[in-house]
């Protein structure tokens, strides 16, 4: 994660309770509508691993996981998925195996190696070898196959047609989103018979605005792409702003004619006991930070 999140006057906060419903403000009425409304979220409980689901994504097997549940320990306690951190291989595989399980028993769990990038793959069959695709976003028609992607802070995006029977999953960390890492996805989702008019999608927890505080630097990296995103920027202390992740990654699933989006509003970096976070871990001086999955597959 590079920068921290304020709302923008693009979307403005209609309710806020354990998520945020966004609508699409008058100055923009001439761009597509999305229902930011539809659904409620929900958890529950599986063997102690706790899964949110979003209400948009109902009757798709999906959740959102944080780190309740899991077999890690010390900096890592909970449900540490994150094969690329220094914790226990054994806690890992079997936090992967109790997440899978939790959501999508039965199916096989494939993540790509992500690299902040707006690379979506499409998947049909288990990798190759067991090699991970370089890209942070997958797509896929194959109800044997649950997608995955891991986070800690950046946004997880969900997104199913349910009448093409077709999933995506996209890693949109500031760097992926910016660079169109979901128009990939549904580009990709589309090529497998899906329509965007159709296409549901859930942004789940994620770094919120009070906690994204980034320099000049970043937002002008945003506003030289369009100046319009300034929208997405407050101004904070010394030079700094408060970048809203959540709202920017909302806008680009609207701007690509996504009309039924969720946004939980979940914070992983202010609620320590549910979510890991990068940016706690690294103001905090730690060597290392656990990483949780959001999942998504297709009825067995």
Not at 116 to 134: E, Q, W, Y
Not at 231 to 239: N, V
Request: hydrophobic fraction near 40%; charge should be neutral.
């Amino acid at each position: 994660m590079g920068g921290e999140c304020a709302r923008a006057p693009l979307l403005r906060e209609a309710r806020l309770r354990s998520r945020r419903r966004l609508c699409l403000s008058n100055r923009y009425a001439d761009r597509p509508r999305p229902d930011h409304a539809a659904g409620a979220v929900s958890t529950s409980d599986h063997d102690g691993v706790e899964v949110i689901r979003a209400g948009v994504l109902a009757g798709v097997p999906h959740g959102f996981l944080g780190r309740r549940g899991g077999a890690s320990e010390g900096m890592f306690a909970g449900l540490n998925v994150g094969a690329g951190s220094s914790d226990d291989g054994g806690a890992v595989a079997t936090n992967r195996a109790r997440a899978l399980a939790a959501v999508r028993p039965g199916a096989t769990l494939l993540t790509p190696y992500q690299i902040h990038s707006a690379d979506c793959v499409t998947v049909r069959a288990p990798f190759a070898g067991g090699v991970r695709p370089h890209a942070d976003a997958l797509v896929s028609d194959n109800p044997a196959l649950a997608l995955g992607i891991v986070t800690a802070d950046c946004a997880p995006v969900l997104l199913a047609d349910v009448a093409a029977g077709v999933i995506g999953a996209a890693h949109a960390g500031w760097k992926g989103a910016l660079g169109g890492v979901t128009d990939s996805t549904i580009d990709a989702m589309e090529a497998l018979g899906a329509q965007r008019a159709r296409i549901t999608a859930a942004i789940g927890p994620c770094i919120a605005r009070a906690s994204y505080e980034v320099d000049a630097g970043f937002r002008r990296r945003f506003e030289e792409a369009d100046a319009a995103n300034e929208r997405f920027f407050a101004d904070g202390q010394a030079d700094h702003a408060q970048f809203d992740l959540e709202g920017y990654v909302a806008y680009r699933l609207a701007a690509a004619g996504v009309r039924r989006i969720e946004a939980l509003g979940l914070d992983t970096y202010a609620d320590e006991r549910r979510f890991f976070s990068y940016r706690r871990a690294t103001h905090r001086g730690e060597p290392d930070y656990g990483r949780q999955i959001a999942i998504i597959g297709l009825p067995g």
